[in-house]
């Protein structure tokens, strides 16, 4: 493989492992979040859960649907874990915790306010 095509699938492979929303940066790779350029604290689950809801912008997502992505088809507790996950999310996040919204008898969806 040449040096170019490799210094581009360097280039994908990377930016795939960004993901931005008004602010909000995911770093898949090193497993870091940043608001507005300031490093915050997130428990494992509660990254994969701000990567699930980035990656899914606008979807409205069921809370099995977020159980069977994040916690996989082998967790068996109470759907409900999900809230609280979802609670302390929004508590970190700060102001952009408003993007999660609540879609009441079904589950969630993050939108970026325009």
Same mark, same amino acid.
């Given at each position: 493989m040449s040096k170019l095509k490799y210094a581009v699938l360097i280039l994908l492979i990377s930016s795939a492992a960004l993901l931005? $929303? &008004?602010g909000i940066e995911i770093d898949k790779a090193a497993h870091m979040v940043k608001i &507005? /350029?300031?490093p915050i604290e997130l428990s494992y689950k509660e990254f994969e859960l701000l990567t699930y809801f980035v990656e899914n912008q /606008?979807? $409205?997502l069921s809370r099995e649907k977020i159980l069977n992505n994040v916690w996989n088809y082998d967790y068996f507790g109470d759907a409900r874990t999900i809230d609280t996950h979802v609670k302390k999310l929004r508590s970190k996040l700060g102001d952009k915790g408003d993007y999660i919204k609540t879609i009441w008898g079904m589950g969630y969806k993050f939108e970026?306010?325009?």
């Open positions: 931005h $929303a &008004d &507005d /350029g300031k /606008g979807i $409205a970026v306010q325009s």
